[in-house]
Nanobody
Framework: EVQLVESGGGLVQAGGSLRLSCAAS????????IGWFRQAPGKEREGISC????????YYADSVKGRFTISIDNAKNTVYLQMNNLKPDDTAVYFC???????????????????WGQGTQVTVSS
């Protein structure tokens, strides 16, 4: 059984930092790309970052480039999203998801991704 479990969300002031974790079981990062997505109330789901270990590739949306960093800890089978200089517009529920081999749909909201976590709330106050 595949499980993705996000953690690390919370309430932070603008300019602060959070690190989200996506703990995976039942998959390996050699075969699955991992994406981070977010959805704010009344808005479409947005792809914000993706990592594909198989090709040593990382991708970021323009809205988070330079502020967020995605990484993998193979020993813990966990993907992290380090979020710095947070802004009120970053407030959303954040999800991680896994896509077999590819991950190229991350920028289109990840609707073709295979497995999803339950999400973690990030709230940035001004």
């Amino acid at each position: 059984e595949v499980q993705l479990v996000e953690s690390g969300g919370g309430l932070v002031q603008a300019g602060g930092s959070l690190r989200l974790s996506c703990a995976a079981s039942g998959i390996t990062f050699d075969r699955y790309a991992i994406g981070w997505f977010r959805q704010a109330p009344g808005k479409e789901r947005e792809g914000i970052s993706c990592i594909r270990k198989r090709t040593s590739s990382t991708y970021y949306a323009d809205s988070v480039k330079g502020r967020f960093t995605i990484s993998i800890d193979n020993a813990k089978n966990t993907v992290y999203l380090q979020m710095n200089n947070l802004k009120p517009d970053d407030t959303a529920v954040y999800f991680c998801a896994a896509d077999y081999l590819d991950g190229s749909g991350w920028a289109r909201g990840g609707y073709d991704f295979d497995y999803w976590g339950q999400g973690t709330q990030v709230t940035v106050s001004s």
